[in-house]
Protein backbone atom coordinates (compact mmCIF):
# COMPACT_ATOMS: atom_id res chain seq x y z
CA UNK A 1 0.00 0.00 0.00
CA UNK A 2 0.99 3.51 -0.78
CA UNK A 3 0.79 6.73 2.52
CA UNK A 4 1.33 10.20 1.76
CA UNK A 5 2.84 12.95 4.27
CA UNK A 6 1.99 16.50 3.71
CA UNK A 7 3.91 17.38 6.10
CA UNK A 8 2.62 21.05 6.87
CA UNK A 9 -0.50 21.28 7.96
CA UNK A 10 -1.47 25.06 7.66
CA UNK A 11 0.11 27.46 5.62
CA UNK A 12 -0.19 31.08 6.02
CA UNK A 13 1.76 33.14 3.48
CA UNK A 14 0.88 37.22 2.34
CA UNK A 15 -0.21 37.98 -1.28
CA UNK A 16 1.96 38.06 -3.70
CA UNK A 17 4.57 35.60 -1.88
CA UNK A 18 5.89 32.58 -3.09
CA UNK A 19 4.53 29.63 -1.01
CA UNK A 20 5.64 25.68 -1.47
CA UNK A 21 3.72 22.82 -0.12
CA UNK A 22 5.76 20.40 0.92
CA UNK A 23 5.07 15.81 0.11
CA UNK A 24 6.17 12.91 0.78
CA UNK A 25 5.27 9.40 -0.06
CA UNK A 26 6.35 5.72 0.44
CA UNK A 27 5.64 3.08 -1.89
CA UNK A 28 6.47 -0.19 -2.73
CA UNK A 29 6.01 0.13 -6.23
CA UNK A 30 6.08 2.91 -8.98
CA UNK A 31 3.33 5.27 -8.51
CA UNK A 32 1.08 8.53 -10.39
CA UNK A 33 1.23 11.64 -8.13
CA UNK A 34 -1.58 14.25 -8.20
CA UNK A 35 -1.96 17.57 -6.09
CA UNK A 36 -5.78 18.47 -5.59
CA UNK A 37 -7.29 21.61 -4.49
CA UNK A 38 -10.72 21.72 -2.21
CA UNK A 39 -12.03 25.60 -2.30
CA UNK A 40 -14.01 26.10 0.74
CA UNK A 41 -17.90 24.37 0.38
CA UNK A 42 -16.65 22.70 -2.76
CA UNK A 43 -15.44 19.33 -4.08
CA UNK A 44 -12.15 18.47 -5.17
CA UNK A 45 -10.57 19.86 -8.05
CA UNK A 46 -7.53 18.57 -10.18
CA UNK A 47 -4.40 20.77 -10.13
CA UNK A 48 -1.79 18.86 -11.85
CA UNK A 49 -0.30 15.26 -12.14
CA UNK A 50 2.94 13.57 -12.85
CA UNK A 51 2.50 10.30 -14.70
CA UNK A 52 5.99 9.77 -16.74
CA UNK A 53 8.31 12.19 -18.83
CA UNK A 54 9.21 15.50 -17.39
CA UNK A 55 9.99 16.07 -13.78
CA UNK A 56 8.66 19.26 -13.62
CA UNK A 57 4.91 19.90 -14.12
CA UNK A 58 2.75 23.25 -14.67
CA UNK A 59 -1.08 23.83 -14.01
CA UNK A 60 -2.82 26.68 -16.10
CA UNK A 61 -3.31 28.72 -12.93
CA UNK A 62 0.70 29.07 -11.72
CA UNK A 63 1.64 26.19 -9.75
CA UNK A 64 3.78 24.13 -10.50
CA UNK A 65 5.38 20.59 -8.94
CA UNK A 66 8.60 18.43 -9.10
CA UNK A 67 8.92 15.03 -9.10
CA UNK A 68 11.89 13.80 -7.20
CA UNK A 69 12.42 10.60 -7.15
CA UNK A 70 14.84 9.86 -4.81
CA UNK A 71 13.54 11.89 -2.04
CA UNK A 72 10.19 10.28 -3.24
CA UNK A 73 8.75 13.83 -2.93
CA UNK A 74 5.99 15.56 -4.86
CA UNK A 75 6.38 19.40 -3.50
CA UNK A 76 3.97 21.82 -4.85
CA UNK A 77 4.81 25.90 -5.29
CA UNK A 78 3.53 28.81 -6.91
CA UNK A 79 5.44 31.98 -7.01
CA UNK A 80 3.38 34.42 -6.75
CA UNK A 81 -0.18 33.50 -4.74
CA UNK A 82 -3.32 35.41 -4.75
CA UNK A 83 -6.30 35.38 -2.36
CA UNK A 84 -8.09 33.37 -4.39
CA UNK A 85 -5.74 30.85 -3.73
CA UNK A 86 -7.12 29.92 -0.38
CA UNK A 87 -7.84 26.47 -0.21
CA UNK A 88 -6.99 22.83 1.13
CA UNK A 89 -4.60 21.72 -0.91
CA UNK A 90 -3.82 17.37 -1.09
CA UNK A 91 -1.53 15.42 -2.16
CA UNK A 92 -2.32 12.32 -4.06
CA UNK A 93 -0.63 9.05 -5.32
CA UNK A 94 -1.94 5.79 -7.29
CA UNK A 95 0.66 2.69 -6.79
CA UNK A 96 0.71 0.64 -9.93
CA UNK A 97 0.15 -2.63 -7.76
CA UNK A 98 -3.94 -1.57 -6.65
CA UNK A 99 -4.66 1.34 -8.29
CA UNK A 100 -6.27 3.12 -5.59
CA UNK A 101 -5.94 6.85 -5.20
CA UNK A 102 -5.06 7.50 -1.31
CA UNK A 103 -4.57 10.91 0.00
CA UNK A 104 -2.58 12.92 2.42
CA UNK A 105 -4.24 14.90 5.49
CA UNK A 106 -4.05 17.90 3.55
CA UNK A 107 -2.68 21.45 3.87
CA UNK A 108 -4.88 24.82 4.20
CA UNK A 109 -3.32 27.61 2.64
CA UNK A 110 -4.95 30.94 4.31
CA UNK A 111 -3.84 34.02 1.34
CA UNK A 112 -3.74 37.49 3.29
CA UNK A 113 -3.44 40.74 2.21
CA UNK B 1 -21.23 19.60 -19.90
CA UNK B 2 -22.67 18.99 -16.21
CA UNK B 3 -20.54 17.89 -13.35
CA UNK B 4 -20.78 15.36 -11.17
CA UNK B 5 -23.68 15.86 -8.91
CA UNK B 6 -24.99 14.03 -5.63
CA UNK B 7 -27.81 13.67 -3.75
CA UNK B 8 -28.82 14.51 -1.30
CA UNK B 9 -26.45 17.30 -0.20
CA UNK B 10 -26.98 17.13 3.85
CA UNK B 11 -28.76 14.09 5.56
CA UNK B 12 -29.32 13.90 9.34
CA UNK B 13 -29.46 10.55 10.54
CA UNK B 14 -29.63 8.65 13.77
CA UNK B 15 -27.61 5.03 15.10
CA UNK B 16 -28.91 2.02 13.72
CA UNK B 17 -30.57 3.70 10.71
CA UNK B 18 -29.18 3.18 6.92
CA UNK B 19 -28.94 5.66 4.20
CA UNK B 20 -28.56 5.62 0.47
CA UNK B 21 -26.43 8.15 -1.63
CA UNK B 22 -26.61 8.85 -5.09
CA UNK B 23 -23.80 9.89 -7.50
CA UNK B 24 -24.62 11.19 -11.60
CA UNK B 25 -21.27 11.27 -13.15
CA UNK B 26 -20.23 13.05 -16.00
CA UNK B 27 -21.72 12.03 -19.29
CA UNK B 28 -19.74 9.42 -20.83
CA UNK B 29 -18.05 8.62 -17.94
CA UNK B 30 -18.08 4.98 -16.53
CA UNK B 31 -16.13 4.82 -13.55
CA UNK B 32 -17.73 6.05 -10.20
CA UNK B 33 -15.54 5.90 -7.12
CA UNK B 34 -16.26 7.02 -3.70
CA UNK B 35 -14.33 8.12 -0.92
CA UNK B 36 -15.16 9.82 3.03
CA UNK B 37 -13.61 12.40 3.97
CA UNK B 38 -13.36 13.23 8.06
CA UNK B 39 -11.84 15.75 9.79
CA UNK B 40 -9.53 12.80 12.20
CA UNK B 41 -8.84 9.98 9.10
CA UNK B 42 -9.38 12.91 6.26
CA UNK B 43 -9.94 11.06 2.52
CA UNK B 44 -10.36 7.32 2.18
CA UNK B 45 -10.97 5.39 -0.82
CA UNK B 46 -14.12 3.50 -0.45
CA UNK B 47 -14.71 2.00 -3.88
CA UNK B 48 -14.88 2.33 -7.63
CA UNK B 49 -17.56 0.75 -9.84
CA UNK B 50 -17.21 0.58 -13.54
CA UNK B 51 -19.61 -0.77 -16.42
CA UNK B 52 -21.89 -1.80 -12.87
CA UNK B 53 -18.82 -4.15 -11.54
CA UNK B 54 -17.23 -3.34 -8.52
CA UNK B 55 -13.47 -2.68 -9.59
CA UNK B 56 -11.49 -1.40 -6.67
CA UNK B 57 -12.48 -1.72 -3.53
CA UNK B 58 -10.56 0.23 -0.15
CA UNK B 59 -10.85 -1.03 3.73
CA UNK B 60 -14.11 -0.25 5.06
CA UNK B 61 -16.46 -2.74 6.86
CA UNK B 62 -19.06 -4.98 4.81
CA UNK B 63 -21.87 -1.90 6.30
CA UNK B 64 -20.21 0.13 3.23
CA UNK B 65 -21.63 -1.15 0.08
CA UNK B 66 -22.50 0.40 -3.83
CA UNK B 67 -23.87 -0.13 -6.92
CA UNK B 68 -23.68 0.63 -10.42
CA UNK B 69 -26.46 1.23 -12.75
CA UNK B 70 -26.79 0.66 -16.66
CA UNK B 71 -26.58 4.94 -17.28
CA UNK B 72 -23.36 4.66 -14.94
CA UNK B 73 -24.94 6.80 -11.90
CA UNK B 74 -24.00 5.04 -8.25
CA UNK B 75 -25.38 4.98 -4.98
CA UNK B 76 -23.80 4.14 -2.16
CA UNK B 77 -25.38 2.37 1.07
CA UNK B 78 -24.34 2.74 4.49
CA UNK B 79 -26.40 -0.23 7.35
CA UNK B 80 -26.55 0.65 11.08
CA UNK B 81 -25.28 3.66 10.69
CA UNK B 82 -22.18 4.79 13.41
CA UNK B 83 -21.48 7.94 15.17
CA UNK B 84 -18.16 7.48 13.34
CA UNK B 85 -20.12 7.01 10.04
CA UNK B 86 -20.20 11.23 9.89
CA UNK B 87 -18.51 12.56 7.06
CA UNK B 88 -18.64 14.18 3.82
CA UNK B 89 -18.82 11.35 1.07
CA UNK B 90 -17.49 12.21 -2.11
CA UNK B 91 -17.98 10.67 -5.42
CA UNK B 92 -15.80 11.16 -8.41
CA UNK B 93 -16.13 10.33 -12.15
CA UNK B 94 -14.10 9.54 -14.79
CA UNK B 95 -13.29 7.97 -18.06
CA UNK B 96 -12.48 4.49 -16.59
CA UNK B 97 -9.14 4.20 -18.09
CA UNK B 98 -6.98 1.05 -17.14
CA UNK B 99 -4.14 2.16 -14.97
CA UNK B 100 -5.39 4.90 -12.67
CA UNK B 101 -4.23 7.71 -15.15
CA UNK B 102 -7.80 9.40 -16.45
CA UNK B 103 -8.29 12.54 -14.27
CA UNK B 104 -10.96 11.77 -11.41
CA UNK B 105 -14.16 14.86 -11.39
CA UNK B 106 -15.29 15.06 -7.88
CA UNK B 107 -18.65 16.09 -6.81
CA UNK B 108 -19.86 18.54 -3.94
CA UNK B 109 -20.54 15.80 -1.44
CA UNK B 110 -22.94 15.04 0.76
CA UNK B 111 -22.48 16.03 4.42
CA UNK B 112 -23.86 13.23 6.57
CA UNK B 113 -24.25 13.87 9.88
CA UNK B 114 -25.13 10.56 12.31
CA UNK B 115 -26.99 11.74 15.93
Known amino acids: AQSVTQLDSQVPVFEEAPVELRCNYS??????LFWYVQYPNQGLQLLLK??????LVESINGFEAEFNKSQTSFHLRKPSVHISDTAEYFC???????????FGAGTTVTVRA | KAGVTQTPRYLIKTRGQQVTLSCSPI?????VSWYQQTPGQGLQFLFE???????NKGNFPGRFSGRQFSNSRSEMNVSTLELGDSALYLC??????????????FGPGTRLTVL
Open chain 1, 27 to 32: SSVSVY
Open chain 1, 50 to 55: YLSGST
Open chain 2, 49 to 55: YFSETQR
Open chain 1, 92 to 102: AVIGFNDYKLS
Open chain 2, 27 to 31: SGHRS
Open chain 2, 92 to 105: ASSLGLPGGTDTQY
